[in-house]
């Protein structure tokens, strides 16, 4: 996956880092599970708050929804902690990606390397 901070960032408050940037999918989306994004490859120990952005509403398995999709519209993607640690930050978060129209997890082996989504993470 390719990942393209935006002019200005990684900036910090006080003792935390923030970034935003555009998440490109992989050239080959993973069997089942989605793609693991982790604090290190930011130069990071971890992520507080990690938060997939561009909420729009969307027709999704003919039922209208708002989620976060990525810049084609085409897709739609979901980052959750990879596990919870109670007060403490967490080493990496798992993204899946999702067909806007269908609703349904992206196949295996689809390429996403043109397709995008805007991220915003804090964290240590």
């Known amino acids: 996956m390719t990942r393209k901070i935006l002019p200005g960032y990684d900036t910090s408050f006080g003792n935390k880092k923030a970034s935003i940037w555009d998440e490109y999918g992989p050239k080959s989306y993973p069997a089942s599970g989605g793609v693991t994004i982790t604090a290190k490859t930011l130069g990071w120990g971890g992520f507080d708050w990690f938060k997939v952005c561009n909420f729009q509403v969307a027709t999704v398995n003919s039922q209208t929804v708002v989620v976060p999709l990525s810049f084609s519209g085409n897709y739609f993607a979901t980052a959750a902690f990879a596990s ?7 080493a990496s978060v798992v993204m899946k990606w999702y067909v806007t129209s269908t609703g349904v997890e992206v196949g295996s082996g689809v390429d996403l390397s043109a397709e995008a989504v805007r991220v915003f993470a804090l964290g240590v």
């Open 84 to 90: 919870t640690a109670p007060d403490s930050a967490v």
